[in-house]
């Protein structure tokens, strides 16, 4: 009897998700997918739109420059941010929690801020760059195109490649590195024989997340790329053309981004699987204890480095309290433009913020079964669903925005420039975060505490919200605090989606930025990054170190 009741509401719980997913996932790619195979010039079925890809150079071309781009900002991460790793696992740099928590922080900014940052110093009329011209007489190089992208994406995005190293060099067992000394290896052919072979595996996954990352960016190359055209760029400018957008090529061009990516992650997923090592972790390495000169020379590298991480968000601050007109910054303070942000542009941060928490409300609800059922209920529904949950993390943001649109743009559901249709793909884009964390936590909890309470007779149903979600929720509140700052800071969808009612403070940043009205857009990104650090201070205080950034 207990086992028919307790089948019973999983069941209903599992065709609830599966009709989520469906409706809101499956069914809007799909629905894209079908649209790349028609064309406004010609009737049925037809491949004119991939063929006119890969025949035009100003189309393939795009895709040859999204993926040179998110090549070498992937090298640049890894040369950047696996040392800044091994330093900070290995020896105690000074302020080490603290400069943890601001790389945390710097991947926790808005991703289009970097770029809108750096125009401000080293743009035409940049601070760094008058500063230079007017005074030593010295031109400094465009920050503009290829360069400035890959420059944006180095120091936005190396805490992917920081995060899974450090936490990888920190179970290392330190009997190996002490076995390969013993045999008379010196310090570096150990760390490139033994040390670097054997965490393999996870610095390939922050090099995933970068090259994933960069690939979808829409933000900076558009801000920041200036005729260097991407493909993020290419679908964005395709679909929302002035003299009427081609759905159907911009379709495509979604299609062979997410191919692109996916063939990028099944790559990495058969390299590692190839190259995978288990360790016991026993004796974890002892943190070498440096002294006078030594230590600071190790600490200084790894503070410059965040401090041009974090650099982004100091500019943003306190430009938000430069004196500023319709010709740009003056000298002098003022709260000018925080006073014009809420007479013009109320309904923009009252979006992002009532948005944000609707979708958190379904994120938790969702997230939290969802993690119950990857981890609790095995078999194959359970591996589906954790291979369906993650796969917004393949889709770029502007590829999920126009797949919602071209799905809900007709008969019997219109969604298109509604709320709801930004709130869907917040929840979408945003749940992995959530369930990651909630699935984390749930395995290291044990399962005969439910077992007890539904052997005393209490329903499963009853059991889960009454004692398995309770002892879920620090891990599920975590990853939902990851999900809200994401959600607040996202552009890429909300680019597509938004209509004149129901535009956020990230695509007024972007418009903001567009129009050149710097302190407006200066004084928005400040109240998200205000909010980003609140919430990230809120996210570590409740993990403890127990749940993951990644």
């Known amino acids: 009897m207990l086992k028919n009741r307790k089948l019973d509401f999983w069941f209903w719980v599992k065709v609830l998700v599966v009709i989520f997913m469906l409706a809101f996932l499956i069914y809007p790619f799909c629905t894209l ?57 290995r020896y105690n740099i000074w302020g080490k929690k603290f400069i943890h928590i601001f790389i945390i922080m710097s991947l926790m900014s808005p991703p289009f801020i970097g770029a809108y940052s750096w125009i401000m110093l080293f743009g035409r009329a940049g601070l760094v760059t008058r500063f230079f011209a007017d005074y030593l007489g010295i031109m400094l190089p465009s920050i503009y195109g290829k360069i400035g992208i ?98 159907h090529l911009a379709s495509a061009l979604s299609v062979i981004v997410v191919l692109c990516s996916t063939t990028v992650l099944l790559i990495q997923k058969f390299y590692v699987s190839r190259k995978n090592y288990v360790m016991t972790a026993m004796r974890p390495p002892k943190e070498v204890e440096l002294r006078g000169w030594q230590r600071a020379a190790a600490t200084l590298p790894v503070c410059l480095v965040t401090f041009i ?23 002098g303070f003022s709260l000018g433009s925080y006073a014009t942000i809420f007479n013009r542009l109320a309904t923009n941060i009252r979006n992002t913020f009532v948005f944000s928490t609707i979708a958190i409300v379904f994120i938790v609800l969702i997230g939290i079964l969802i993690s119950y059922i ?62 990651r964390s909630g699935s984390a936590f749930l395995q290291q909890m044990d399962p005969s505490v439910e077992e007890a309470s539904i052997n005393l007779g209490v329903s499963p149903m009853k059991t889960f919200f009454k004692v398995t979600a309770r002892l879920m929720a620090p891990g599920v509140l975590s990853g939902a605090i990851l ?51 609140v919430s990230l201070l809120i996210f570590l205080k409740i993990s403890k170190g127990k749940v993951s950034i990644v």
């Open 33 to 89: 997918i079908t649209r790349s195979f028609f064309s406004a010039k010609t009737e049925g079925v037809t491949l004119a739109n991939y063929i006119r890809f890969f025949t035009k150079k100003y189309y393939y071309s795009a895709l040859g420059r999204s993926l040179q781009v998110s090549f070498f900002a992937t090298c640049t991460t890894l040369i950047v941010g696996v040392p800044m790793a091994y330093m900070m696992s």
């Open 150 to 247: 890959i420059l944006v994406f180095t120091f936005k995005l190396f805490p992917y490649v920081y995060l899974y190293t450090s936490g990888a060099m920190g179970s290392i067992d330190s009997s190996l590195e002490e076995a390969a000394e013993n045999l008379g290896s010196s310090k570096l052919r150990r760390l490139f024989t033994v040390t670097i072979p054997v965490i393999i595996p996870s610095i390939l996954a922050g090099a995933i997340m970068v090259f994933m990352t960069s690939l979808a960016d829409f933000g900076t190359p558009m801000l920041i790329g200036e005729g260097y055209m991407v493909l993020p760029v290419l679908v964005y400018n395709e679909y929302m053309s002035e003299i009427g957008g081609n759905a």
């Open 309 to 331: 991480g974090i650099l982004p968000q100091i500019v943003v601050l306190v430009s938000s309290f430069v004196k500023c007109d319709f010709t740009g910054f003056q000298r």
């Open 374 to 435: 990857v981890v609790r209920q095995k078999g194959w529904f359970a591996q589906v669903m954790d291979l369906l949950i993650m796969f917004p993390f393949v889709i770029p943001g502007a590829v999920l925005g126009i797949s919602l649109i071209v799905a809900f743009n007709k008969e019997p559901l219109i969604l298109t420039g509604t709320a709801a249709i930004m709130i869907i793909a917040y929840v979408v884009r945003k749940l992995p975060y959530t369930v």
């Open 483 to 533: 999900s809200w700052i994401t959600c607040i800071n996202e552009l890429s969808s909300s680019v597509m989606l938004y209509g004149g009612k129901t535009s956020t403070i990230s695509v007024a940043i972007y418009t903001e930025v567009v129009r050149n009205s710097y302190g407006t857009a200066a004084a928005l990104a400040s109240i998200l990054t205000v909010s980003t650090v």
